[in-house]
């Protein structure tokens, strides 16, 4: 039902109606805006990559093809725009990290729990964050996480299940999950 | 120690995925398995905490700054179903002048011998040639920009950009300082090829260039561009470090390959 809503909108946008891809804003705006701010960890940098998704998006709607899920195109570029956000100041990641931590903590998220995720989340590298990202936050499948990324469904397991590891060492150090 | 099979057999269980089969198999060694019990705890955990983070609403701003710079896009052109792609355009312009299409493919032709004796006999670049590196930029096929990483800490402001051809890369940096700078980029003598060149206006500035290590003293400005040849090989990541007064301004790993 969605799709079908999606596809109507996005050929009344090509006709002309921008009214319609403000509907397409509203109804994606939230997802596109958490999958930003869970790769970059920075609100400021969230919005403005968000923004670029669907300018892009609306720039590029000629080019989506209705046999693929709207979401699915869209998300990939969300995803693409915060990698390569990602990629021009990773230079910098590692010393701004703790100040960004700071900064989504205070403003965004209080829960202890959700603290420590966000902060396990920066040991990763971003192609492992992206899956943890699009899997855990947005629930998508392994397929469908492949054709966002477009990587093979088996590079999203691997990827996966080491980004795991490395979350489960983590936050087992600080004292969860630890049954034994 | 545990199987990669048994951690495969966690991850599919944890995502809802694993067939009856690989269940029973999992139920049976967790039966025996201390170590695998205390993974799939942990796992467990690890997804409960991550089902705790709670979207987050994008900030009100955000929906009226897309519509404007939708708005902004439209104003400056024709509705989108008007606009007829370029392969349309060319079809439309060749169905009745013919002429343009055997130009067109003529200049296609000449371009494409072009590009493939470049790229068949640029495979590095040897110590002859670094004096043209900055000419290269300009007339390598298919040299296509890579990363931009911009610079400004302690009042040292610049960027430096990767640029990448066939088994090629190239590093511009550029540096606004108040006092010298020092940079430094290291990389591997044994995959790669290192050369620089810097303005003449820097006459004060002490470049060298030796066993994989680059050093430009006491630079106030301008640009350096260091070249590298992979001879064959994958070009390895390079190490960047500047310094002013005393202090790092700027610290990183620069991957030098298309793509990366």
Known sequence: ?180 | MISEEIIDLVNKEIDGVASSEEAARLKSVLATDPEARKLVGEMQALATAMSAVQKVQPPPTLKPAIMRSLEAVDSHRVPLTARPSILQAFKSSFLWKPGYAFACGLAVGVLLFFLTTNLLTRQSIGDSELSGTLVLHGQVPGFAPGETIEINRDNVKGNIETHFGSNVCMIRLRVEAPEEVTVSILTDPARVHLDAVRPSSESGARLTVGNGVLTLVGARGGAIVALFGGNGHPIPPAQIRIMSTGKPVFEGVLSLEKGN
């Not at chain 1, 400021?44 to 080019?63: G, H, P």
């Not at chain 1, 010393?95 to 700071?102: G, K």
């Open chain 1, 1 to 180: 039902m969605i799709e079908l809503e999606d596809r109507a909108l996005v050929q009344q946008t090509l006709d002309g109606n921008l009214r319609a891809f403000e509907a397409i804003v509203d109804r994606y705006q939230k997802p596109v805006f958490n999958i930003a701010l869970r790769m970059l960890r920075n609100a400021d940098d969230a919005e403005d990559v968000a923004q670029v998704a669907f300018l892009k998006a609306y720039e590029n709607l000629r080019s989506y093809k209705p046999g693929f899920k709207f979401f699915s195109w869209l998300y990939r570029i969300a995803m693409n725009e915060s990698l390569n956000f990602l990629r021009q100041r990773r230079p910098f990641e590692r010393m701004e990290e703790a100040r960004e931590a700071a900064v989504l903590t205070d403003e965004v998220e209080t829960a202890e729990v959700a603290q420590q995720i966000e902060a396990a989340l920066m040991r990763l590298t971003v192609d492992q964050r992206a899956v943890v990202v699009l899997k855990h936050f947005e629930g998508f499948s392994y397929l469908e996480i492949g054709q966002i990324l477009n990587i093979s469904e088996k590079k999203v397991k691997s990827r996966l299940f080491a980004a795991r590891q490395i979350l489960r060492g983590v936050l087992v150090k600080k004292g969860f999950g630890s049954n034994d």
